[in-house]
């Protein structure tokens, strides 16, 4: 029966390993577990305290996505385990079938929670606190005289070490007892404790948008909870095969049920899709992102804005801007919103592009969005490098001192202390030396419809700023303002030999409207020949988006039909 159990165990790791790796980094980012005792302190002393501490020094280790697929499967592998120890001491041995039977419905618990664990916003707190419920339930006496002893003393205990899935453990044990006194030491908690009562019902951090906690969440400890009251029942009510094996068989039906209502709720591919966009961009896999375009056109901002950022790294935007769905300005540099998911995109955009200031309040904005009050990891990394290339070592010191406290950014924190200072050590750094030739020395705020503007003046302070010069050109077309693209455009000549595919077709555009045609080698006879097919069709059909699809990658056809 091992072999199952590991072949379930298998399939679980290569499935979060290989195709939803996002996922798991996804959470390890939006928290910041430290080695600290105040740390410990702070958690233990919520409800539910310890199976968060618990799983986020799990979740910690979901920066190496291999580990924590490992993680993640090894859970579920003891979970079913679990659950077959607690399901093989309700049906009878000898009987033909029913070890059978229970073994496979044993299996059913973790595949729910695979389906469930779908949904970005559950917390490995509620995995961690599923499995302790499992060994409490394990641990109830079969001693008559004990068990009331043990309900009285453990239940407060362990609702407040676990929170609310202790409910599965109280049903399980004397539940006519179980459930009342349960219900009363959590009201009595209420009076203790620092939350609502509906967070203490709901569970501290079961689930990472507070007060959003979906109803669905509860069919895993119901149906576990289920299928073991109904072997109880069974085993109490008849001693025949026959009638046992049909309320196997009955749960077995329950559980496709169950996967019939779960599957719409899970994995849902539009936010997957931004997340495997953040992602990658926190990796820095720019060819990822634009294989991933090109396999399913981005239509969301920030997904728009992840592929425009990876175009512009690998300096492919002037020339392949337009083989994308554009999203006008909003696509190129969305505005701030406090979404603590999307935000770290467009701060990264800005970071690139040497607007550190901005990149930093960004980052910070998405930190202090994060539901669940919770301190991002990978925000405060940022926060130590935007600090030390402003030169504020002393804010960048903190930062660093906090991070030496984790397990996987301690190292990298701990060699930038050298750097805190020293000004020569900051200029030789491969990335710190050239944001600080790059970036914007005055610190001002500025309105997103002047984005173009900024992008400019960072282009006029350092030729060398590449994706500045390739936001510069494009941001005009984005916004149609063929005016403005025009001195853009005769800017960037004038600094640079710079003039990509979407610039000529935009400067063929301009001049073909005004009855001129473009000096010579301004642009190339092809798009010429090109354009004058295009203003053929579109004069012939119109802004009909059918009859000139063959044109849908070219600046035209963005400023006319789209």
Same mark, same amino acid.
């Given at each position: 029966m091992w072999v199952s159990t590991l072949a379930l165990g298998v399939c679980a790791f290569l499935f979060w390993w290989r195709c939803y790796p996002c996922i798991l980094t996804y959470h390890e980012q939006y928290q910041l577990f430290l080695f600290d005792s105040d740390y410990f302190i702070d958690r233990i002393t919520q409800p539910g305290g310890l199976a968060? +501490? &618990?799983?986020?020094?799990?979740? /910690?280790?979901?920066?190496?996505?291999? $580990?924590?697929?490992?993680? %993640?499967?090894?859970? +579920? !592998?003891?979970? /079913?385990? $679990?659950?077959?120890? &607690?399901?093989?001491?309700?049906?009878?041995?000898?009987?033909?079938? @029913?070890p059978l039977l229970g073994y496979i419905l044993s299996f059913i618990p973790p595949l729910?929670?695979?389906?469930?664990?779908?949904?970005?916003? *559950? !917390? !490995?707190?509620?995995?961690?606190?599923?499995? $302790?419920?499992?060994?409490?339930?394990?641990?109830?006496?079969?001693?008559?005289?004990?068990?009331?002893?043990? %309900?009285? &003393? %453990?239940?407060p205990l362990l609702y407040w070490l676990i929170g609310p899935m202790v409910m599965m453990v109280a049903v399980y044990a004397l539940p006519l007892i179980s459930i009342p006194y349960l219900i009363a030491c959590v009201l009595a908690f209420s009076h203790v404790a620092a939350y609502p009562l509906s967070r203490l019902v709901q569970g501290i951090d079961y689930y990472r948008l507070i007060g959003l906690t979906p109803l669905w969440l509860v069919l895993l400890p119901m149906f576990t909870i289920l299928i073991i009251v109904i072997l109880i029942l069974a085993n109490s009510l008849s001693k025949k095969g026959k009638k046992m094996n049909f309320y196997l068989w009955m749960g077995l039906a329950i559980s496709v049920?169950?996967?019939?209502?779960?599957?719409?709720?899970?994995? @849902?591919?539009?936010?997957?899709?931004?997340?495997? +966009?953040?992602?990658?961009?926190?990796?820095?896999?720019?060819?990822?992102?634009?294989?991933?375009?090109?396999?399913? /056109?981005?239509?969301?901002?920030?997904?728009?804005?992840? #592929? =425009? *950022?990876?175009?512009?790294? =690998?300096?492919?935007?002037?020339?392949?801007?337009?083989?994308?769905? @554009?999203?006008?300005?909003?696509? *190129? $540099?969305?505005?701030?919103?406090?979404?603590?998911?999307? #935000?770290?995109?467009?701060?990264?955009?800005?970071?690139?592009?040497g607007l550190v200031n901005t990149a930093q309040r960004y980052a910070f904005e998405a930190m202090e969005a994060i539901p669940n009050n919770n301190k991002s990891a990978r925000v405060v990394?940022?926060?130590?490098? #935007? =600090? *030390?290339?402003?030169? /504020? +070592?002393?804010?960048?010191?903190?930062?660093?001192?906090?991070? @030496?406290k984790t397990a996987f950014y301690g190292k990298w924190a701990s060699r930038l202390l050298p750097l805190l200072g020293n000004e020569k050590a900051i200029e030789a750094h491969p990335l710190y030396g050239y944001m600080r030739r790059v970036r914007l020395v005055d610190d001002f705020l500025f309105s997103?419809?002047?984005?173009?503007?900024?992008c400019g003046q960072l282009f006029l302070r350092n030729k060398q700023n590449r994706l500045a010069m390739q936001y510069l050109l494009l941001a005009p077309l984005l916004q149609r303002d063929m005016d403005k693209f025009m001195q853009y455009a005769e800017l960037v000549r004038s600094e640079v030999h710079y003039n990509p595919l979407a610039a000529q077709e935009a400067l063929a555009f301009v001049f073909m409207r005004q009855n001129q045609r473009p000096p010579l080698g301004l642009v190339s006879p092809s798009v010429m020949e090109r354009f004058q097919s295009f203003a053929r069709d579109y004069s012939t059909y119109g802004a009909n988006p059918s009859a000139l699809e063959h044109f849908h990658n070219t600046t035209w056809y963005y400023l006319c039909v789209k």
């Amino acid at each position: 029966m091992w072999v199952s159990t590991l072949a379930l165990g298998v399939c679980a790791f290569l499935f979060w390993w290989r195709c939803y790796p996002c996922i798991l980094t996804y959470h390890e980012q939006y928290q910041l577990f430290l080695f600290d005792s105040d740390y410990f302190i702070d958690r233990i002393t919520q409800p539910g305290g310890l199976a968060r +501490y &618990i799983g986020e020094f799990f979740v /910690q280790f979901y920066n190496h996505v291999m $580990l924590g697929a490992f993680i %993640v499967s090894l859970f +579920y !592998m003891v979970i /079913q385990r $679990l659950v077959w120890m &607690i399901i093989s001491r309700h049906i009878d041995e000898s009987q033909p079938y @029913q070890p059978l039977l229970g073994y496979i419905l044993s299996f059913i618990p973790p595949l729910i929670l695979w389906l469930l664990m779908g949904d970005e916003s *559950l !917390m !490995m707190t509620y995995v961690v606190s599923f499995t $302790l419920a499992l060994l409490a339930i394990l641990s109830f006496p079969s001693n008559k005289k004990l068990r009331i002893v043990w %309900v009285i &003393i %453990v239940l407060p205990l362990l609702y407040w070490l676990i929170g609310p899935m202790v409910m599965m453990v109280a049903v399980y044990a004397l539940p006519l007892i179980s459930i009342p006194y349960l219900i009363a030491c959590v009201l009595a908690f209420s009076h203790v404790a620092a939350y609502p009562l509906s967070r203490l019902v709901q569970g501290i951090d079961y689930y990472r948008l507070i007060g959003l906690t979906p109803l669905w969440l509860v069919l895993l400890p119901m149906f576990t909870i289920l299928i073991i009251v109904i072997l109880i029942l069974a085993n109490s009510l008849s001693k025949k095969g026959k009638k046992m094996n049909f309320y196997l068989w009955m749960g077995l039906a329950i559980s496709v049920i169950y996967f019939y209502f779960l599957s719409p709720h899970t994995f @849902q591919s539009r936010k997957y899709e931004l997340i495997e +966009y953040d992602y990658l961009v926190r990796i820095g896999n720019w060819d990822g992102i634009i294989a991933k375009a090109e396999k399913k /056109q981005p239509d969301l901002p920030m997904s728009v804005c992840a #592929t =425009n *950022l990876a175009l512009g790294m =690998n300096g492919q935007l002037g020339e392949r801007a337009f083989d994308f769905f @554009q999203h006008g300005m909003d696509g *190129l $540099l969305p505005p701030l919103e406090r979404n603590f998911s999307s #935000t770290l995109i467009t701060a990264e955009a800005y970071f690139h592009l040497g607007l550190v200031n901005t990149a930093q309040r960004y980052a910070f904005e998405a930190m202090e969005a994060i539901p669940n009050n919770n301190k991002s990891a990978r925000v405060v990394k940022r926060l130590v490098e #935007t =600090n *030390l290339i402003n030169g /504020q +070592y002393d804010v960048a010191r903190k930062y660093i001192l906090i991070l @030496q406290k984790t397990a996987f950014y301690g190292k990298w924190a701990s060699r930038l202390l050298p750097l805190l200072g020293n000004e020569k050590a900051i200029e030789a750094h491969p990335l710190y030396g050239y944001m600080r030739r790059v970036r914007l020395v005055d610190d001002f705020l500025f309105s997103e419809h002047e984005a173009d503007k900024i992008c400019g003046q960072l282009f006029l302070r350092n030729k060398q700023n590449r994706l500045a010069m390739q936001y510069l050109l494009l941001a005009p077309l984005l916004q149609r303002d063929m005016d403005k693209f025009m001195q853009y455009a005769e800017l960037v000549r004038s600094e640079v030999h710079y003039n990509p595919l979407a610039a000529q077709e935009a400067l063929a555009f301009v001049f073909m409207r005004q009855n001129q045609r473009p000096p010579l080698g301004l642009v190339s006879p092809s798009v010429m020949e090109r354009f004058q097919s295009f203003a053929r069709d579109y004069s012939t059909y119109g802004a009909n988006p059918s009859a000139l699809e063959h044109f849908h990658n070219t600046t035209w056809y963005y400023l006319c039909v789209k």
